[in-house]
């Protein structure tokens, strides 16, 4: 249970003072440290087998006007409620941070370890396996508050400036295919950056991209395309940390792409899909960027979005003498709930977050899977230069469809619902019940 009024706004507003910034970032490898099972597709027969590169989980540190908030990212393809909450919990009691002012954003890395209850219809593991998913778990969760600990620990003086580039590989995946319809298939290009300097020296860059991160399918761990854009950053800025923030990809992939093996020629691809990215990012960095100097004011809310009709105990029962794999473990899994709670729930508490740094700059942080049309939706309500809209942060839920994408159908819609646990898809009311709800922080957190 969330210990917070769904109904209520939480508002963090900057106190008087000066509007100077202090900023601190962190890095903490992730690595597991046994063989563990790698999240993201569910055709994988067996548990990891080495690393290809590093992951980590990073934290940004911000403070004004006697405001802490920090931005948290990872090379992972989730977190399941618990661990936002415990997290989130943990943060608070350990450095004053409240929720509203902490981000827990990931990159939906298909090549990481799977991480709590994240997704687990979709992997069908023994006991062993799971235990080892455990472990990697319990580890993880320290990391995160030695990550946001780090980070602020370090606080010192900084400017902080915003602009954004552009990187076009990515292809909305429900475009024409063999055999498929031709949909208009819109994407978001654009690169966000948010460069922190000391001193003008970079000390961290939060940058971003609409794009799911499976150029990569095989069984070492490793960051994908996100991964190596980091990594590139962090060899051409020596000492900074780069953060890559997940935009509004559910319906985007990095095509070409060669699945199923991690070949040379697959690394290669993921290699070079990072090191576009890392270039966009130079090409802002050294160019003229927009000065964020406004107070930083968050808030965070919920959104209550409906499910359709879900199916009934009966029929539910009647079909599962006929299902195996993923269809089977989803169907037992709602005759739980139905066991459980004596109904399917009918709609879902879904977070938003907005932050606003006074004129200069807003973060909008939507739940889960976006689909690009989110993006697109609220940076042409608040403004294309000085919009950031990240998905993929808090609980990785579902896809998040939008009334586009529902009227569409297909995977994003309507069928990968199951493999989230979910009794149906969302309703046609999903998209304006998160509007609604962005558009109420907006105004709430205005200068």
């Known amino acids: 249970m969330r210990s917070f009024c769904l109904a209520a706004i939480v508002l963090a507003c900057a106190l008087p003072g ?15 440290t046994e063989p563990v ?15 290809l590169q590093d992951i980590f989980v990073k934290a940004l540190a911000l403070e004004n006007g006697g405001e802490r908030s920090v931005l948290v990212t990872s090379d992972l ?15 608070q009691q350990k450095f004053g941070v409240p929720r509203e002012r902490l981000i827990l954003n990931y990159s939906h890395n298909h090549s990481c370890p799977v991480t709590g209850d994240v997704l687990r219809l ?8 799971g235990a080892a998913v455990g472990r990697y778990t319990r580890r993880l969760l320290d990391q995160y508050i030695e990550a946001i600990g780090t980070a602020i620990a370090k606080l010192e003086p900084a400017e902080l400036s915003f602009e954004q580039g552009l990187a076009g590989f990515a292809v909305n995946r429900r475009r024409a295919r063999p055999g498929g319809r031709k949909l208009a298939g819109p994407v978001d290009h654009d690169v966000p950056v948010l460069a922190v ?58 095509l070409p792409r060669v699945m199923g093996v991690t070949t040379p020629e697959a690394v290669e691809l993921a290699s070079m899909y990072g090191r576009i990215v890392a270039k966009a990012v130079e090409i802002v960095l050294r160019g003229p960027m927009q000065p964020v100097r406004g107070r930083l ?35 037992e899994h709602l005759l739980r709930v139905y066991d459980r709670e004596g109904k399917l729930p009918d709609r879902y508490p879904y977070p938003v977050q907005v932050w606003r740094f006074g004129a200069d700059l807003t973060l909008v942080a939507l739940t ?19 919009t950031w809209v990240a998905g993929y942060n808090n609980e990785l839920l579902s896809y998040v469809p939008s009334l586009r994408v529902l009227r569409e159908g297909g995977y994003e819609g309507t069928t990968g619902m199951a493999e989230y646990g979910h009794p149906a898809p969302y309703g046609y009311a999903v998209e304006e019940a998160i509007a609604q709800r962005v558009e109420e922080l907006y105004e709430e957190t205005k200068p």
């Open 18 to 32: 000066s509007g100077e910034w202090r900023a601190g970032a962190a890095s903490v490898n992730i690595n597991p």
């Open 37 to 51: 099972w790698l999240a993201g597709y569910g055709g994988r027969t067996g548990p990891s087998r080495g690393i």
């Open 77 to 91: 393809v989730g977190l399941d409620t618990k661990m936002v909450e415990e997290i989130a919990s943990r943060t």
């Open 122 to 129: 979709y992997y069908e593991l023994t006991p062993e396996q």
């Open 197 to 254: 300097r000391t001193g003008g020296a970079l000390r961290a860059v939060a940058f971003g991209y609409s794009c799911h991160t499976t150029a990569l399918s095989g069984y070492e761990v490793n960051g994908d395309y996100a991964g190596y854009a980091q990594e590139a950053l962090e060899k051409a800025y020596p000492g900074a940390v780069a953060l890559f923030v997940m935009g509004c990809g559910g319906d985007a992939n990095p």
């Open 297 to 331: 004011k968050a808030g965070y809310t919920i959104a209550e979005i409906p499910f359709q009709k879900g199916p009934t105990r009966e029929e539910l029962a009647a079909r599962l003498p006929k299902e195996k794999g993923l269809p089977r473990r989803a169907t």
């Open 368 to 386: 889960g899977e976006s689909v690009v049309d989110y993006c697109l939706r609220f940076k042409d309500a608040f403004g294309w230069d000085n």
